[in-house]
């Protein structure tokens, strides 16, 4: 079974969490309801510690994720509150510092066990990482694999080494070499215009961040630190998705081809699961329906040019986002420097089925 995520739930997750902090917002922020009772902040602080936590739990959470991401809901729930509702209202609420506490001790703990539960299995984790690396210099990869088979079914542990690479992407691979030592490569970058796209998207992010900075720091100190952290992440995203495209080629051996499009996609397909190879046919933009069970291994472009290949599926396979998760498609698009030997060795391994 896989952890796939469901848009349509998202969605609501996303619009009704929307709803509820723009009301309260609203409440306190205008002198529409003005005076604002004290007992309002109390549905406020119903609004943020029960309603959204029970909305994570019903649309996002429920058997799908483990229920310890509830905590880190509620603490958000808390930040929320904290940002939003005034301290003036906050005296009649005397537990409040205290169950803030409790939790916060309760998610460090958590925190602390998870890394306990890793650093044990870290040398098992490591020596499974070496001898893969010792193959290929494919970063994300193998330690992957090295995380499933010492961490089987631990959705924390895939996190881990998401952020983990991540890191390693963006600071300390920029001198670092391709190495493939069994299979052929095949670079899908140097004819596209990917890094051009990922140097903008940083450029504005920089830019946006220093203007945005100030002007919520004069207006909150908190929030404008927040701001500022997520921005330094997504810089940190675009960096390892410029290195991770240019170490990691697709490559095919005599059993399985392996996909990975940047940082944050990848597909492990094995070539007796493969139907068809042919070059592609069809229109240039997919429908959300076809969307829904196709792995686009393409990366993006200033101008997105068409597939120039689909692979078809017998049966759906798995592939995998960032954070561990994962969805299923039956066809494959993508597009190679070389689509000539790409397609031709795909074709001779078939053969050799």
Same mark, same amino acid.
């Given at each position: =079974? ?12 996303? /619009? ?11 409440? @306190? ?54 940002? &939003? ?19 916060? !001790? ?16 870290? #040398? ?41 690479? =991540? /890191? ?31 140097? !903008? ?31 330094? @992440? ?7 998705? &410029? ?30 699961? /493969? ?7 069809? #229109? ?6 076809? =969307? ?15 597939? !120039? ?12 986002? !960032? ?31």
């Amino acid at each position: =079974m896989t952890n796939s995520l469901e848009r349509p739930k998202w969605l609501w997750f996303g /619009v009704l969490t929307c709803l509820i902090l723009l009301s309260n917002y609203t409440l @306190y922020s205008t002198t529409l309801f003005d005076p604002v009772p004290d007992v309002a902040a109390l549905g406020s602080l119903l609004d943020f510690l029960v309603v959204v936590p029970l909305l994570a739990y019903f649309l996002v959470l429920r058997k799908r994720y483990s229920l310890k991401y509830l905590g880190a809901v509620i603490l958000a729930g808390y930040a929320a509150a904290y940002l &939003i509702i005034p301290a003036r209202h906050f005296p009649q609420f005397p537990f409040l510092p205290y169950l803030i506490v409790f939790f916060e !001790m309760l998610f460090i703990g958590l925190e602390l066990f998870i890394a306990y539960k890793i650093l044990t299995k870290l #040398p098992g984790l490591l020596r499974e990482y070496r001898r893969l690396s010792g193959n290929n210099s494919l970063f994300l990869f193998n330690a992957k694999r090295s995380a499933e088979k010492h961490l089987p079914n631990h959705k924390i542990g895939s996190v881990f080494v998401t952020e983990f690479a =991540m /890191v390693n992407y963006a600071l300390f691979s920029w001198k670092k070499k391709t190495s493939i030592k069994y299979g052929d490569s095949f670079t899908y970058h140097q004819k596209t215009s990917v890094n051009a796209v990922y140097i !903008m998207l940083i450029h504005a992010i920089a830019i946006e961040s220093i203007g945005l900075h100030y002007w919520l720091h004069s207006w909150n100190a908190i929030a404008a630190y927040i701001v500022l952290i997520a921005n330094i @992440y997504g810089i940190l995203y675009f960096l390892a998705e &410029i290195n991770a495209t240019r170490l990691t080629p697709f490559v095919l051996t005599d059993s399985h081809l392996l996909l990975q499009s940047g940082f944050s996609k990848s597909m492990y397909l094995p070539l007796e699961n /493969v139907k068809e190879i042919m070059y592609y046919d069809g #229109p240039e933009k997919f429908s959300r329906q076809e =969307m829904n069970d196709l792995f686009d291994a393409r990366v993006p472009d200033l101008i997105q040019e068409k597939p !120039m290949l689909e692979i078809l599926l017998k049966d759906p396979q798995v592939y995998e986002l !960032m954070y561990g998760l994962k969805r299923k498609a039956s066809r494959i698009v993508l597009n190679v420097d070389e689509p000539e030997r790409f397609y031709r060795e795909m074709l001779n391994r078939l053969n050799q089925k």
